[in-house]
């Protein structure tokens, strides 16, 4: 089959794998249908997080189950499914607290598993997925195409946006700022927006991405950044800060701004893989400012975002503005690195 | 009339000072019937923290309402009353959502306040309580004597204990670290236990300190530390790790001990004032382990935890095992700073 293998920063092409099987009784394989590049893959892309050798890469896809291993029990051949960005087991004592994560048996796609079998990418024809039963969720009929792309989201950025929002405590009323305007901090104003934030504060200075902010319930926008972006933020709520605040980028900048903008008691959600962070523990002493979140288990959340995207109560799909074949893929990276597009799906 | 001040790091002395007198309509005079020692008194006690000049020190009591200013509505003369560690006005937008030890007219006890006042400290005979209707909490009744040290603690340590359970998301039925054996760390463990924690573990190699975790609801004791300790709190949680963390010291140890027990998706509620903690950002992202807490907005508790106390639900009093007259002060201040005393209370 045909997958992704970044080779070197800037470097990313389609070849010829081996066919995966399955291969494990728990073991499903999934024809992929759509997938998507997301921003962390952006990190080796660009050289920030090193590249020692030619990999597989990519960790969010939906596809059709072809074939099952004796003792899945949830799934059959036919089935749509959506593979969060790690499988899980969701039996282990994390998993059964919604952290899935962190599942004692989990792990990443692309790399080899507990017993040096090798578990594809999400960018690719076909992917053996581990642990079928705990990793995929099906949808009761195959959906509509206009609704793939929301689907997809859940893979990873509706569901990250949407664990930074839980993370940070979102409720129904409140003033929630999102730092951040990408993918995720998008969904994130998407995910505040479902649990019925009154105002919802998207810094943003993208056009683009401003709109779909605004799309999403973005009631307003902030363009500046660092000290003069905070400031304008603590002038919008008279100088009190927000109840909620989701920090969807992963730089010490931004958290800086996160815990700048927040109200006393107020915690940060954070999702943004952190390079450079540095946490003020002082400050966020003095003023009870929480910071909660981390690699998020988007498996927990799949069922009820998936529910909410097929009563189209949500339209995250709206991410997407670009899209490409699998033969040319290294297009969508460049148009994500380059800033010429949110997200780019990629159709096997 | 006669206070406490501190002179240099290790002299408390007590000298006569002005008698304070209701100086604005808002003010009340409380006569203090009985103050106590802090574990952050100790800070500049032992020169931790730098003591420039001579200063009013003591942050806890409670007493009896001598006098009001014409705008006090909820105090009469005769009252006896319990004061936060902090004054508030329990109006302003951080006193309406709890936080009133982020009052945007709040202060501190023994400094002056935001018009040049003196507002004395609570090792005195007698203290002008500025903000009174905000800040002091009143009994219906004057309570028996023996409910007096109780009452006490909700001054700074039980409200303290209780905030590190709020912050740490202590639910019914949770396994619970406390991490610390000081006054804070055991009405922490007191606080978990009236919240419905399952199980309690307390750090504690105090013998003393561990019959007091035992008496307020420790149900495993912990006496090792650091990696020892870390390894032996796992070992009690099947590798899991605890569903809450109370961190009641404040050194980068005691929090580098409470992120590592807990588990993936767990919260760090942290009350000591952090002295060289560095946070580590990269395991707190990849388990999901949140950290929250700070100065405790102890005024947001009182009534709960007033009646709870009135009610004998709670006897947080036990964490007094000292007392003196206010002429003799220091013996309090050297008693705790030697660990002879986990609490000293002082009456004047």
């Given at each position: 089959?045909?997958?992704?293998?970044?080779?070197?920063?800037?470097?990313?092409?389609?070849?010829?794998?081996?066919?995966?099987?399955?291969?494990?009784?728990?073991?499903?394989?999934?024809?992929?249908?759509?997938?998507?590049?997301?921003?962390?893959?952006?990190?080796?892309?660009?050289?920030?997080?090193?590249?020692?050798?030619?990999?597989?890469?990519?960790?969010?896809?939906?596809?059709?189950?072809?074939?099952?291993?004796?003792?899945?029990?949830?799934?059959?051949?036919?089935?749509?499914?959506?593979?969060?960005?790690?499988?899980?087991?969701?039996?282990?004592?994390?998993?059964?607290?919604?952290?899935?994560?962190?599942?004692a048996n989990g792990g990443g796609w692309?790399?080899?598993?507990?017993?040096?079998?090798?578990?594809?990418?999400?960018?690719?024809?076909?992917?053996?997925?581990?642990?079928?039963?705990?990793?995929?969720?099906?949808?009761?009929?195959?959906?509509?195409?206009?609704?793939?792309?929301?689907?997809?989201?859940?893979?990873?950025?509706?569901?990250?946006?949407?664990?930074?929002?839980?993370?940070?405590?979102?409720?129904?009323?409140?003033?929630?700022?999102?730092?951040?305007?990408?993918?995720?901090?998008?969904?994130?104003?998407?995910?505040?927006?479902?649990?019925?934030?009154?105002?919802?504060?998207?810094?943003?200075?993208?056009?683009?991405r401003q709109l779909i902010a605004r799309?999403?319930?973005?009631?307003?926008?902030?363009?500046?950044?660092?000290?003069?972006?905070?400031?304008?933020?603590?002038?919008?709520?008279?100088?009190?800060?927000?109840?909620?605040?989701?920090?969807?980028?992963?730089?010490?900048?931004?958290?800086?701004?996160?815990?700048?903008?927040?109200?006393?008691?107020?915690?940060?959600?954070?999702?943004?893989?952190?390079?450079?962070?540095?946490?003020?523990?002082?400050?966020?002493?003095?003023?009870?400012?929480?910071?909660?979140?981390?690699?998020?288990?988007?498996?927990?959340?799949?069922?009820?975002?998936?529910?909410?995207?097929?009563?189209?109560?949500?339209?995250?799909?709206?991410?997407?503005?670009?899209?490409?074949?699998?033969?040319?893929?290294?297009?969508?990276?460049?148009?994500?690195?380059?800033?010429?597009?949110?997200?780019?799906?990629?159709?096997?």
């Open positions: 089959m045909k997958a992704t293998i970044l080779h070197a920063p800037g470097d990313i092409r389609v070849e010829e794998v081996p066919d995966p099987q399955v291969q494990k009784p728990t073991d499903a394989l999934v024809r992929v249908t759509a997938a998507c590049v997301c921003g962390s893959d952006l990190w080796p892309y660009r050289g920030i997080n090193e590249v020692r050798r030619p990999r597989r890469i990519g960790h969010e896809f939906v596809g059709i189950v072809e074939e099952v291993g004796a003792e899945v029990r949830s799934l059959r051949p036919g089935d749509f499914v959506i593979a969060p960005f790690l499988y899980s087991d969701n039996t282990c004592p994390h998993c059964q607290v919604g952290m899935q994560s962190a599942c692309g790399h080899k598993d507990a017993d040096g079998l090798m578990v594809d990418a999400g960018q690719g024809e076909y992917v053996r997925v581990p642990l079928a039963d705990g990793t995929l969720v099906a949808t009761r009929e195959v959906p509509d195409d206009d609704l793939v792309p929301s689907l997809l989201t859940l893979s990873d950025v509706m569901g990250t946006g949407w664990h930074a929002a839980v993370s940070a405590g979102v409720r129904e009323g409140d003033t929630v700022v999102v730092v951040g305007d990408g993918a995720v901090g998008l969904c994130g104003v998407l995910a505040a927006s479902r649990m019925g934030a009154e105002r919802i504060i998207a810094m943003s200075r993208h056009q683009q799309d999403f319930g973005a009631t307003d926008l902030v363009a500046t950044r660092g000290e003069e972006g905070e400031a304008e933020v603590l002038e919008l709520t008279a100088g009190v800060g927000a109840d909620a605040v989701l920090e969807c980028v992963g730089t010490g900048e931004a958290m800086a701004t996160a815990i700048a903008v927040a109200r006393p008691g107020a915690t940060v959600g954070y999702v943004g893989v952190p390079h450079g962070v540095e946490l003020p523990i002082g400050d966020m002493f003095g003023r009870n400012v929480a910071v909660a979140g981390g690699v998020a288990p988007v498996r927990q959340y799949l069922p009820q975002l998936r529910d909410d995207v097929l009563a189209e109560v949500v339209i995250p799909g709206v991410v997407f503005d670009h899209e490409v074949p699998l033969e040319r893929a290294a297009e969508a990276y460049a148009a994500m690195d380059e800033r010429r597009a949110v997200k780019s799906l990629i159709r096997p």
